[in-house]
Nanobody, 127 residues
Framework: QVQLVESGGGLVQTGDSLKLSCAAS????????????MGWFRQAPGKEREFVAA????????RYADSVKGRFMISRENDKNMLYLQMNSLKPEDTAVYYC????????????????WGQGTQVTVSS
């Protein structure tokens, strides 16, 4: 199994910044760590889960949703098995539960392609 635990959510004002973290663990992850794609998704009440950003753990390859390009940055620390999402210039429409996810199926934006999910962390941006 791969265990993913998000943290760092909170209540912020429009224009603020927030950094989310996702701790990855488990033998499945460690055995194939350089091949994993790690992604961030978000889901607001009444809406479908939405792709935010993803990276390939072992390569310099990232992908972002158009709605967050230029504002969010996905990164990782390999030695700590930590995934991050730096969120800048936050808007009320960024309000959602943010999930980290992992897959070996490639750098995709489809949530159905991700096999492992964290519990989510709430991000609320007030206007």
């Amino acid at each position: 199994q791969v265990q993913l635990v998000e943290s760092g959510g909170g209540l912020v004002q429009t224009g603020d910044s927030l950094k989310l973290s996702c701790a990855a663990s488990g033998r499945t992850f460690s055995n194939y760590v350089m091949s994993y794609v790690m992604g961030w998704f978000r889901q607001a009440p009444g809406k479908e889960r939405e792709f935010v950003a993803a990276l390939t753990w072992g390569r310099d390859s990232t992908r972002y949703a158009d709605s967050v390009k230029g504002r969010f940055m996905i990164s990782r620390e390999n030695d700590k098995n930590m995934l991050y999402l730096q969120m800048n210039s936050l808007k009320p429409e960024d309000t959602a539960v943010y999930y980290c996810a992992a897959t070996l199926r490639g750098l995709g934006s489809n949530s159905a392609s991700y096999d492992y999910w964290g519990q989510g962390t709430q991000v609320t941006v007030s206007s």
